[in-house]
């Protein structure tokens, strides 16, 4: 379990972004990798008209900064009858012109992560057979074109319809359209004993696909962490052509009735199935900006005897900064952390630091913390399998997101995060730095394996490095001509090849239908490197697209990895 976060099913325990701008949003692994550091560019298109694309997608991406998170929490069972709300609790707002933000509520990463990452699992879960593997490939490639617009909310609702696609069939509509809306509950956090006056606001992300405009008969819960409902409400929205929902609804309990905990919020048909869709933090005692106010003063007066401490300390630090009484929707290490726990583990870490201890030695399970390369921090999310505590070393997995994402995709997104089912399983650490912070230096990977090395047993002769599109591209300069200290490296969707004969082995994956980098030119690419001297396999995806096939080939490129061990001494 990650320390200080809750897991469900579309969730592990512990996300996170820094405060940091990142350019785009995470399933934007897709159209910004053709940055002209990959050597790749987009499409077909005459050399200048590819170019001046590519220009404009980039210059689109940093103004829009739409980063994803991770998705909301989900499911559980009801317990309190709901009241009905009245009208004036329940009032909506008129149509709003635009299609691209909620009357009142942008749309923000967090509810970009909810949709993709319910694609995600439900392609997983229930992954698609013949030509409509090909289908829902070409077409989660071309609605990516539509975040670097900044057009979130129709990219949204292009996902859900592909989502839609792959679930049962004769869903009722109203559980459908439930995907359009989103919850806001001001204020976020609570405390015991200090009535919250809190509210929930309830609007459309996009106007429902229907023919015609449809009434749904909604309700809307508190649930507590134990599946109890502490608060319930029946709402009408009306959803479809012309109607935008915008609709408020005051939480009227005594936080006196609740306890500590993380509490979902959740919407759905009366008698139908629920949606998580937003949380609220119940705190007991200081507030959380007290605390971490509190633990700066501690943690100022700690100075780190060695270069493991100074590691610790600074994650320790990082993890601090993110206890906020109004965590944004925009960090989603805080909209997702269970604060209560959060903010135990880093007084934990604190008492640790203080006896001279580095907190987390051996720690198993999933958690954020920061790798410290001279002055910068650059933000890391680390799996470690049951192995970890034990003293035989351990193979290092280094993945490497690609443009638009940041260090989570891999274990929240890709493939639903299938890389830690496949580190439990083979007895790997995983590592997912920041690629845009981490690069292609290999001095930054030294810095990693050293900083990794306090903590747990690597085995020096088993670090691979894995990257997609962007993350391809670091992964291939990581491993080029380095047989010292990468024993195989694999390159997906990205990458730019030289000949060196004294590289590691790398596999090349290439999707056949990939959207945002051209398949040809990346296969030539590679074929070239292998024919001129650089140790290799090129393997092509049929029916697969730019994104989605990191899931469908991560079990099978580790599994390539791990028969690969490092062929020069240091």
Not at 217 to 246: H, S
Not at 451 to 462: K, Q, V
Not at 501 to 526: C, T, W
Request: glycine letters at 8%; aromatic letters at 6%; charged letters at 20%.
């Amino acid at each position: 379990m990650m320390s200080g976060l809750t897991t469900t099913a579309h969730q592990s325990n512990e996300t996170l972004i820094t405060n940091r701008k990142v350019p785009n949003m995470w399933t934007c692994s897709c159209l910004a990798q053709v940055l002209p550091a990959s050597g790749i560019s987009i499409g077909t298109a005459p050399n200048n008209r590819r170019r001046s694309l590519c220009a404009a997608i980039v210059a689109v991406g940093s103004i829009v900064v739409a980063v994803l998170g991770t998705p909301l929490m989900r499911a559980a069972h009801a317990g309190e009858a709901e009241k009905p709300a009245s009208s004036e609790q329940a009032k909506q707002t008129p149509p709003a012109p635009s299609s691209q933000k909620a009357p009142g509520l942008p749309v923000t990463r967090a509810d970009l992560a909810a949709a993709y990452l319910r694609l995600e699992q439900a392609y997983f879960s229930r992954p698609p057979v013949g030509d409509k593997i090909a289908t829902i490939n070409k077409a989660f490639d071309k609605a990516t074109l539509a975040f670097f617009m900044g057009r979130n909310a129709d990219a949204i609702r292009a996902i859900d319809a592909l989502t839609e696609t792959l679930g049962p069939e004769n869903t009722p509509a109203a559980e459908r359209a439930v995907v359009s809306l989103k919850v806001a509950v001001e204020p976020p956090v609570w405390t015991i004993g200090d009535p919250p006056r809190a509210v929930a606001r309830i609007a459309s992300i996009y106007e429902w696909p229907t023919a015609e405009p449809i009434e749904l008969k909604l309700q809307l819960r508190l649930v507590e962490p134990g599946g109890r409902t502490v608060f319930g409400r029946t709402i009408a929205i009306t959803v479809g052509p012309g109607c935008k929902a915008d609709a408020t609804v005051p939480l009227e309990l005594s936080t006196d009735r609740l306890k500590p905990g993380l509490y979902r919020i959740e919407l759905g048909p009366v008698d139908g199935r629920c949606l998580a869709v937003g949380r609220v933090s119940v705190i007991d005692g200081a507030s959380l900006d007290e605390q971490r106010r509190a633990n700066e003063t501690m943690l100022a007066q700690l100075k780190p005897s060695s270069a493991q401490m100074v590691q610790s300390l600074a994650s320790c630090r990082a993890r601090n900064h993110l206890l906020n009484d109004r965590p944004s929707d925009e960090n989603s290490v805080q909209f997702l952390s269970d604060l209560n726990a959060l903010a135990r583990d880093v007084a934990s870490e604190i008492h640790a630091l203080s006896s001279g201890k580095d907190p987390y030695f051996r720690r198993r399970g999933d958690y954020w913390r920061v790798l410290r390369v001279g002055n910068r921090e650059i933000p890391l999310r680390v799996y470690a399998p049951e192995g970890a505590s034990k003293d035989g070393p351990l193979p290092l997995l280094v993945v490497l997101h690609g443009m638009g994402g940041d260090e989570n995709m891999f274990l929240e997104a890709y493939g639903a995060g299938i890389v830690k089912q496949i580190a439990d399983k083979e007895g790997l650490l995983v590592a997912s730095p920041l690629t845009y912070s981490f690069g292609s230096e290999i001095k930054t990977l030294y810095a990693l394996i050293e900083a990794l090395g306090y903590d747990y047993s690597i085995n020096s002769d088993r670090v691979y490095v894995l990257g997609h599109s962007m993350g391809a591209g670091a992964a291939a300069g990581l491993a080029r001509g380095r047989s010292d200290t990468v024993a195989a490296a694999c390159c997906i969707a990205g990458g730019r090849f030289q000949t060196k004969s004294d590289s590691p082995p790398i596999l090349v994956v290439s999707p056949e239908l990939d959207g945002v980098v051209p398949p040809k030119r990346l296969q030539e690419s590679a074929q070239k490197a292998m024919s001129e001297g650089m140790p290799g396999e090129l393997k092509i995806m049929p029916g697969y697209g730019h994104t989605l096939a990191v899931g469908a080939i991560l079990p099978e490129a580790v599994s390539w990895l791990l028969r690969h061990r490092r062929s020069t001494s240091p």
